[in-house]
């Protein structure tokens, strides 16, 4: 039985125009750059215009790329620029009121109950929600470190920027969401007084 | 991974490597007690659940649907480029090698011979003409030949690299 391709044959074979092997790489790729684009832009079809053209830019590209550099932090950054100017480019139309505007109390409503099974979707509402008050590249490091796991100096590699200026667009994201959390989401944070059964197991 | 996270876990787990943390947020979103020890150092780590989100496998097909799209069209408008090219260049040849004939100029070979295979530009000169260019790029593609006491005008698609 073969095995299936590892991801610098699927490069190499994309890079010379091997549809199968470049869709094979969509394959495994798509939902990360989908998540980090929708994470950044708030909006479905925001970020699969985003990740068509991503993945669009990598198929023209692919010839061009540097396999000295993962191919991951390629990814990211062509996402998080596309993301960021689809953002701006919201911004610019008003879109943003759209999700400030008067249904922030509906969504501040919906925040999970801590004792109740986890509602991710509840979670989602209020990330995006809180995330429009964050200037695109604080939401962009944000969303790269704590949604995508990525550390301080990949996200420095993927913006192109210092990793001090990542951790500082982080702590700044960091205390605006928190106050949000606080403010409108105060059910995000359970009351730890109340718990205790699984600390210091593991 | 069995049982909870362990406290130096919950104290270290900004610092924890990519695997080790995709590891505890997978646990803590189904481990409501992992989740409140967790959540009470750093209220914003609830986001990192979403890390743990699944899109719909609708929505991903709907993007390799449309992007496979996408791919194909602008292929096949690479594609049809030289053969538009190629066209064009052909008549503007016969075009040239008419007017070639009816400046008398016989003593030379035919424009067409000539110019079978160069560029359009090369033609133009080898019938003891003029070109110019006279559109902008990314508007239509103008040239006007002037041959002996005869003018023409040509216009192109914007795309056609002359």
Known sequence: ?202 | MSGHLSQPTVERFDGLDRGARAEAVAHVAECADCRARLLAAEPTRAFALLGTLPISPARLDRLSAALAREIDRSSGRAAARPLRRAASIAASVALAAGLAGLTGDRGSPSVAERAGLGELGTSAEAAYGRVDLLSSPGEAQVLDLRVGGTQVVMIFDKDLEL
């Not at chain 1, 470190?145 to 420095?156: F, K, N, P, V």
């Open chain 1, 1 to 202: 039985m073969s095995h299936p391709p590892d991801e610098p044959e699927l490069v190499r074979a994309a890079a010379a125009g091997d549809r199968r092997a470049f869709d094979e790489l969509v394959r495994r790729k798509r939902e990360r750059v989908v998540r980090a684009a929708y994470q950044i832009t708030g909006h479905w079809e925001d970020a699969l215009d985003v990740a068509q053209g991503v993945f669009l830019k990598v198929w023209q590209g692919l010839g061009r790329y540097d396999s000295r550099h993962a191919l991951d932090t390629w990814l990211y950054r062509i996402t998080v620029n596309a993301a960021i100017d689809s953002l701006r480019a919201r911004g610019a139309r008003g879109g943003l009121q759209v999700v400030l505007g008067p249904d922030a109390d509906e969504v501040a409503g919906a925040a999970p109950e801590p004792e109740a099974e986890l509602d991710r979707q509840a979670v989602e509402r209020a990330f995006l929600h809180l995330a429009a008050g964050l200037a695109p590249r604080q939401r962009a490091v944000f969303v790269l470190r704590e949604i995508e796991g990525l550390d301080a100096e990949e996200i420095a590699e993927v913006l192109g920027i210092a990793a001090s200026t990542v951790r500082n667009h982080l702590m700044q994201a960091r205390r605006i969401l928190r106050e949000g959390i606080e403010r409108h989401y105060p059910g995000l944070v359970p009351d730890r007084s109340r718990r205790g059964p699984g600390e210091g197991r593991g």
